[in-house]
């Protein structure tokens, strides 16, 4: 008969293996009632014997009833947000100046992906998992403690020496898309509502008061910086980076460090042809000035650090079939020409609906298939039905632009479908 100890680590080992085999390679080991049924004996084992539980066993990770609400958190150090580069010159732009500022020719980058996820921070004391926040609006977030300790990926204690008495890492919150896919699949099944990309379902995922649910979420954490600390760090950002990775923090396996920012524009074009074989949702790359000393010296503008820029990504094109256009009177009368697509995912989320805001937008896209407002058969779409005459207008006014652009007027078509 094995000794509480025993019994303890042994349900510890089991539970972390299977938790991990399902979570992070999506392959149950045990049907669920074997996992639960192992979970429930190692909570009483560990309430029996509150001197053997481990600040990282596993029924630390999902446990407590659920909030009314979330707490506000304070930052001791606000979290800030990062300037853009749209273009290869503005990138340049900010390169020359950080030079300008140093009084230095070449400067090192660090380059990471820009996470489309939920930035976090997260706090450990004396190496335990103390607290988590959301980024909120940078001064101040929402404690999502208990949610972010059932993320697999987040370690509940950190291993390894001379780890930080006190430790604010940051980063985001993300879920691969595969995961995401499998999200939307199970709530379809279940008739429930589906999340309309990675980024919303993260967000999503990270609100619930309960945190059984979001357990069962497939959130990832990957750190990119760190905010308040105690004791000493290196004094670069990557090398820093490197060291939270050796405590058990996850960091992006794609960081690189380069000399010069003719480098930053080849590791952008690199991860661009990447990105969409990437197993999770990037919007750009962001880079910063490398040496920490060469980062306090440049310093803050408004919001925003001087040693840190992110390159955007060129927003997604992809093409669809147009189905058809139809006229929204809004609720002053303005009248909205708006195409019908046979959904296209398109960055992250799926676009059944495009504006065309006005009859020369339509020109300018040339859309080819023309609809109409018929007045009093569209009633049903003016829910006041207070812009009968609008209506009328609008018959006429898009009649009349139609005949100035030679349409003619049979190839156009109701919207009701009259
Ligand atoms: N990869 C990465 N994303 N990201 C977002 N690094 C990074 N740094 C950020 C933000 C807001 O802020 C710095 C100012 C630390």
């Not at 074989?277 to 910063?288: Q, S």
């Amino acid at each position: 008969m094995p000794s509480p100890a025993e019994e303890i680590a042994d349900l510890t080992a089991r539970l972390k293996r299977w938790g991990a085999a399902y979570f992070e390679i999506d392959t149950p080991l045990v049907p669920d009632a074997d996992y639960d049924a192992a979970m429930m004996r190692l909570r009483a084992l560990e309430a029996d014997h509150p001197e053997l539980q481990a600040p990282d066993s596993p029924t630390q990770r999902v446990g407590g009833a659920p909030l009314s609400a979330f707490e506000t958190i304070a930052h001791r150090m606000p979290m800030l947000s990062l300037d853009n580069a749209f273009s290869e010159s503005d990138l340049i732009e900010f390169h020359r100046r950080v030079v300008e500022r140093l009084s230095a020719s070449e400067i090192t980058y660090c380059c990471e992906p820009k996470l489309d996820g939920v930035a976090v921070s997260i706090v450990y004391e004396s190496g335990l998992l103390t607290q988590a926040a959301t980024r909120g609006d940078g001064v101040s977030g929402e404690d999502i403690t208990a949610n972010v300790r059932t993320i697999r990926n987040v370690p509940l204690m950190l291993s390894g020496d001379d780890i930080s008495p006190y430790l604010e890492v940051r980063g985001e919150i993300t879920i691969p898309r595969s995961g995401f896919e499998q999200m939307n699949a199970r709530a379809r099944l279940l008739g429930q509502k589906v999340f309309v990309n990675p980024r919303n379902a993260a967000a999503g995922s990270l609100r619930q008061l309960d945190s059984s649910v979001t357990a069962k979420r497939p959130l990832e954490f990957t750190a990119y910086s760190v905010g308040v600390f105690d004791g000493s760090l290196p004094a670069s950002h990557d090398a820093t980076l490197r060291v939270l990775a050796e405590w058990g923090i996850p960091i992006s396996e794609h960081m690189q460090t380069v000399a010069g920012i003719e480098a930053c524009e080849v590791y952008y074009e690199q991860m661009a042809v990447k990105r969409d074989a990437l197993p999770f949702d990037i919007d750009g790359i962001v880079f910063k000035v490398n040496l920490l000393e060469q980062q306090e010296r440049l310093g803050f503008i408004s919001r925003a650090p001087r040693w840190a820029v992110a390159r955007k990504f060129p927003a997604q094109e992809v093409s669809t079939r147009l189905l058809g256009v139809d006229f929204q009177v809004g609720r002053t009368g303005a009248i909205t020409p708006v195409a019908r697509l046979e959904p296209v995912f398109v960055a992250g989320v799926t676009v059944s609906n495009a504006t065309l805001h006005n009859i020369d937008e339509i020109e300018r896209l040339s859309v080819s298939d023309r609809r109409y407002c018929c007045g009093a058969a569209c009633r049903g779409r003016d829910p006041s039905n207070r812009f009968g005459g609008s209506r009328r207008y609008c018959e006429r006014r898009w009649r009349e632009r139609a005949h100035s652009l030679s349409l003619a007027v049979s190839s156009l078509r109701c919207c009701c479908g009259a």
